[in-house]
């Protein structure tokens, strides 16, 4: 693929940044080895650049939000703090990218905390969501997901987020058929169809 097919596929990844926590669908099983690929090639993204120490506010409404999820101390509120702190990353990503980072690592260690008190996909696929912001660790978004799909094969968020994250790295076919996928087991008019479809359309034809 030459460079112009890749910036394509670049402005359509921008396009469907994926959202978190959206209502699980399940649907038909395909077979295990259609995304069953090494994604070694996540090892090329390139260390964080040093973030400052602390995580700067959220905007005053917000931050006593998150503050009183987390403060709840339960599997529930952590993940709704998390939450907070992971839409100011996607805010500010392209106007702040420092806060973003610091934001999104919060909000990773707030999933965190949901989880060592109770498994829950939906907060594991958004721990994912959070860490594709943080270039200190470009593998964890994959292995988060990965144990998502381990579980449930048919999991449509963690399809999804899975082919976005390898057509960010340039693995096109392998996100393709993650898309393809989506598309075999979402039901008409779901959103994560939706973006499956905006996804696949953005890739140049072969």
């Known amino acids: 693929m030459g460079r112009r097919g890749l ?28 995304l069953d690929v090494p994604d070694t090639d996540a090892t090329s993204v390139g260390p964080a650049a040093p973030i400052p120490e602390g995580t700067p506010p959220l905007p005053d ?9 987390a403060a709840q101390g339960s599997p529930e ?51 994912a969501e959070a860490a594709t ?21 048919n999991n449509l968020d963690a399809t999804f987020l899975l082919g976005e994250r390898r057509l960010m790295i340039g693995r096109v076919d392998s996100a393709r058929v993650a898309f393809e996928r989506v598309l075999a087991l979402a039901p008409p008019g779901s959103a994560v169809r939706d973006r499956a479809e905006s ?4 890739i140049p034809a072969e």
Do not use: C, H, K
């Not at 996804?199 to 953005?202: C, E, G, P, V, Y």
């Open 133 to 153: 912001f943080d270039p200190a660790d470009p593998m964890r978004p994959i292995q988060e997901l990965r144990a998502v799909l381990d579980a449930d094969p």
């Open 199 to 202: 996804a696949l359309a953005s």
């Open 77 to 127: 509120g952590w993940y709704e703090s998390g939450r907070y702190y992971l839409t100011a990353a996607f805010g500010t990503v392209q106007t702040d990218p420092q806060s973003s980072v610091q934001w999104a690592r919060r909000a990773i260690a707030d999933f965190e905390q949901s989880l060592e008190l109770r498994e829950n996909p939906q907060v594991r696929v958004a721990l």
């Open 7 to 34: 910036a394509v596929v670049g402005a359509g990844v921008a396009v469907v940044v994926a959202l978190y926590g959206l209502t699980l669908w399940s649907g038909r099983p395909a077979p295990a080895s259609e």
């Open 61 to 69: 409404s917000l931050q006593v939000a998150a503050d009183r999820f």
